[in-house]
């Protein structure tokens, strides 16, 4: 067995990533569960849930970078891809609740009675069963992104225009959303869950046990994205990214290659949305706003895209900033300390925090073979033998 492939898709940086992740696994659900609430070590069912979070808000980023990073696909309504597998998840959590509702209706979730409806949609069938919510988690999200991406790609729509577009599609899936008559709780969304695989959603174990299934998703998520980047597919997406028209000159079905990657795309943020909703406790029209799509791209930009570890580190660091800041007096202006970030890694930082660190590495390892190069060339020939 040729252990080559193994070696590319799990190098010294990835292998780096995984071991840490997997150790964020391991010790945060043990400090919460084993170590005593007196103790200065014991992580708080909060910190739990706001670490899971974050998780979430990653694999949302790493999906990001997979189409802009190496595709050149900019989209600014992945949001929506996230909100639409977190309503597939919510729609599953209302099911479970039963009779234990305000209204105590078996079958209506309480928003339902409260605007007098008489009977469950025909969309919200199926939503009992945990296997067919899993299927709609991947299949709403996926199937989206595939009809937008057929006719978009096809069209050859690309750069700012694309971005436009996705743009324009979460903000009217967030009007949609937010009327009362869809049958998504309008602009209160979908919350008071209750159990999760018949398990008490707000249980400390429940938490942990949500904070590693989504370090698990995340793990798998950057595995896929790594044997993408890495194979003869990923340079093609490269080759698709740095010089598109040639590409397609050159034989290769640009669409189909973009098609994919950007289908793949959305079913890793539909993941992100339905873990991330048991873990917060409510879903709602405004996790389809553009700007948090526009956000999620500032988490790729500030820690690298092209780099798939930046997007996540982007990611933990942009919202652990805006949990410290947004809990202060300087609450009212994050989001202008948010741009003034973008603008700053733009100019001062336009490959991020680890594409410059790689860079940089780079540039040292390549004076270093040059420095070694011309020493063997400077070095006396070896006499012959007299």
């Given amino acids: 067995m040729n252990a080559f492939p193994l070696t590319r898709l799990i190098d010294k940086g990835a292998a780096i990533f995984l071991v840490l992740l997997g150790a964020f696994a391991v010790a945060i659900p043990m400090l919460n569960l084993l170590v005593p609430a007196t103790s200065g070590l014991h992580v708080s069912t909060y910190l739990v849930a706001l670490f899971g979070k974050y998780i979430c808000y990653a694999l949302l980023a790493l999906s990001i970078d997979l189409i802009w990073g190496y595709a050149g696909i900019l989209s600014l309504g992945h949001g929506a891809f996230f909100a639409l597998g977190g309503y597939a998840m919510g ?4 099911r479970q609740i039963g009779t234990r509702g305000v209204y105590a209706n078996p079958i209506l979730p309480d928003f339902m009675v409260f605007l007098n409806w008489h009977e469950l949609p025909l969309y919200w069938y199926g939503f009992n069963h945990f296997a067919y919510a899993a299927l709609m988690i991947f299949l709403a999200p996926g199937l989206l992104a595939f009809v937008f991406g057929w006719f978009a790609f096809r069209s050859r729509v690309t750069g700012v225009y694309l971005s436009i577009i996705t743009q324009a599609m979460t903000y009217a899936l967030m009007l949609g959303f937010f009327r009362n008559d869809f049958g998504f709780g309008g602009n209160n969304g979908l919350t008071d869950f209750k159990d999760l695989l018949g398990f008490n959603v707000q249980a400390e174990s429940t938490r942990d046990a949500l904070l590693v299934i989504s370090c698990l998703a ?3 998520g950057f595995l896929i994205c790594r044997a ?4 003869k597919f990923g340079k093609v997406l490269i080759a698709i990214r740095d010089a598109e028209a040639r590409t397609r000159f050159l034989g290769y079905r640009v669409e189909a290659y973009k098609l994919f990657v950007f289908t793949l795309s ?3 943020a539909g993941v992100a949305g339905a873990l991330y909703v048991p873990q917060i406790g409510i879903i709602n029209p405004g996790e389809f706003a553009p700007g948090n799509s526009i956000e999620a791209v500032i988490w790729v ?7 798939l570890t930046g997007a996540v580190l982007g990611a933990l660091l942009v919202n652990y900033a805006k949990t410290y800041f947004t809990s202060g007096v300087l609450a009212p202006y994050w989001l202008f300390m948010l741009g003034g970030l973008f603008v700053a890694v733009t100019l001062l930082l336009p490959r991020g925090i680890v594409g410059t660190l790689k860079w940089g590495f780079d540039r040292r390892a390549e004076k270093s073979a040059a420095a070694e190069e011309g020493a063997d060339m400077d070095a ?3 006499r012959a033998a007299e």
């Fill in 91 to 94: 729609m599953y959590l209302m």
């Fill in 228 to 231: 993408i980047v890495t194979s």
């Fill in 301 to 307: 930009a500030v820690g690298g895209r092209g780099t």
């Fill in 380 to 382: 006396p020939a070896p």
């Fill in 266 to 268: 959305a079913c890793m």
């Fill in 218 to 220: 995340l793990a798998l």
